[in-house]
């Protein structure tokens, strides 16, 4: 009998990675001559949000630009973010927090899971918590899934990632 060949589809970040972006942000907020003066706020709470806080929305559109720059050079993908609605903060100031996504939920495992089996490539899909393995006995198929998932990132909105190939 030959041997499974198996992936896990997962959604993760490295978190050491994002604690440098969110300092670096933080260091160029500090020393831009368009921001200095800001009052601006940049904080990563327990790897769960980060949370802008700043003088005007203007101002929170920059800081947002700068963070999506941090994190592309180290590797990390935007769609981690999660923006949630700008609200009033104290003192006039505006605050957005953004969620960051991290494990697959069980709506979009189900839909990858559907998608896998819709396009009958010669494998099995089975979600474990908030992760998908997918086994199959060439290996040939799992490249070819795998292919077919990062071209439908776009529709997932999810950053996704394959590991223990073997």
């Keep these: 009998m030959a041997k499974?060949?198996?992936?896990?589809?997962?959604?993760?970040?490295d978190k050491q990675e994002l604690v440098n972006a969110v300092?670096?942000?933080k260091r160029d907020v500090s020393s831009r001559f368009d921001l200095k003066d800001s009052n601006s706020e940049i904080e990563l709470e327990a790897d769960k949000a980060i949370t802008i806080t700043t003088s005007d929305e203007m101002k929170l559109k920059n800081i947002y630009d700068i963070l999506q720059s941090k994190l592309v050079k180290r590797n990390?993908?935007?769609?981690?973010?999660?923006p949630q609605p700008i609200e009033n903060a104290l003192g006039g100031r505006v605050r957005r927090v953004y969620n960051l996504k991290k494990g697959l939920t069980q709506e979009l495992a189900k839909k990858i899971v559907a998608d896998i089996k819709d396009s009958k490539i010669k494998v099995q899909a089975s979600i474990q918590g908030d992760?998908?393995?997918?086994?199959?006995?060439?290996k040939d198929n799992l490249q070819e899934v795998i292919r077919m998932l990062r071209g439908n990132e776009d529709k997932y909105d999810y950053p996704l990632q394959f590991t223990n190939y073997r």
């Design 131 to 138: 992760q998908i393995r997918v086994s199959g006995k060439d």
């Design 76 to 82: 990390l993908n935007i769609r981690i973010l999660d």
């Design 23 to 25: 300092d670096q942000v």
């Design 4 to 13: 499974d060949c198996s992936f896990d589809v997962v959604s993760e970040f």
